[in-house]
T-cell receptor, first 117, second 117 residues
Framework: GAGVSQSPSNKVTEKGKDVELRCDPI?????LYWYRQRLGQGLEFLIY????????KSGLPSDRFSAERTGESVSTLTIQRTQQEDSAVYLC???????????????FGPGTRLTVT | AQKVTQAQTEISVVEKEDVTLDCVYE???????LFWYKQPPSGELVFLIR??????QNEISGRYSWNFQKSTSSFNFTITASQVVDSAVYFC??????????????FGQGTELSVKP
């Protein structure tokens, strides 16, 4: 079946502009996650959705970052007034279950490489 | 506080050698989950294994094996008879049982494995 898809694959934007990143999870997966991977570094958690609610937004770096999810489907991550330190690969993942499930292995999309100039 | 440590930043081996990637974790939860992911040069994270804290049985899958030791808080990964295609960055990750965090993954910094022909 289809895996997690993300668009765009690459985005170059000027400092100060807003960007929107999209994630399509695996069909039937109730949990969705956003992570960020800076060059040569590990992955840092940004936000978790169970259905269309976001119980954990603790990883969002600042109020310039926001995310929403439509039902158990598409999610968008929005970064307003982008800064150079926002340059990174943004990864989306989905899992069949969330907090109350053993089926919590996450399947990742290919990522969106964001470059802020 | 939860934390995952992969002390080996880079490992280089010659094809057919065995190699072990170390992972040490910290958590206060009694129920938790451990994972290994592979990130090849193409960039997409690939799920390898999930281990639940209440299941200390070691696992073997082909050339891959995992050794989970609760007593030392370690979850090490061994590749037997390594191949060039095993070259990648490998991440160990931890997920706790906090309901509001869902299956949020805490990643180690990764170990870059280079297998030379």
């Amino acid at each position: 079946g289809a895996g997690v898809s993300q668009s765009p694959s690459n985005k170059v934007t000027e400092k100060g502009k807003d960007v929107e990143l999209r994630c399509d999870p695996i069909s039937g997966h109730t949990a969705l996650y956003w992570y960020r991977q800076r060059l040569g570094q590990g992955l840092e958690f940004l936000i978790y959705f169970q259905g269309n609610s976001a119980p954990d937004k603790s990883g969002l770096p600042s109020d310039r970052f926001s995310a929403e999810r439509t039902g158990e489907s598409v999610s968008t991550l929005t970064i307003q007034r982008t800064q150079q330190e926002d340059s990174a690969v943004y990864l989306c993942a989905s899992s069949l279950g969330g907090a109350e499930s053993y089926d919590r292995e996450q399947y990742f999309g290919p990522g969106t490489r964001l470059t802020v100039t | 506080a939860q934390k995952v440590t992969q002390a080996q930043t880079e490992i280089s081996v010659v094809e057919k050698e065995d190699v072990t990637l170390d992972c040490v974790y910290e958590t206060r939860d009694t129920t938790y989950y451990l994972f290994w992911y592979k990130q090849p040069p193409s960039g997409e994270l690939v799920f390898l294994i999930r281990r639940n804290s209440f299941d200390e049985q070691n696992e073997i899958s082909g050339r891959y094996s995992w050794n989970f030791q609760k007593s030392t808080s370690s979850f090490n990964f061994t590749i037997t008879a390594s191949q060039v295609v095993d070259s990648a960055v490998y991440f160990c990750a931890l997920s706790e049982s906090d309901y509001n965090q869902g299956g949020k993954l805490i990643f180690g910094q990764g170990t870059e494995l280079s297998v030379k022909p």
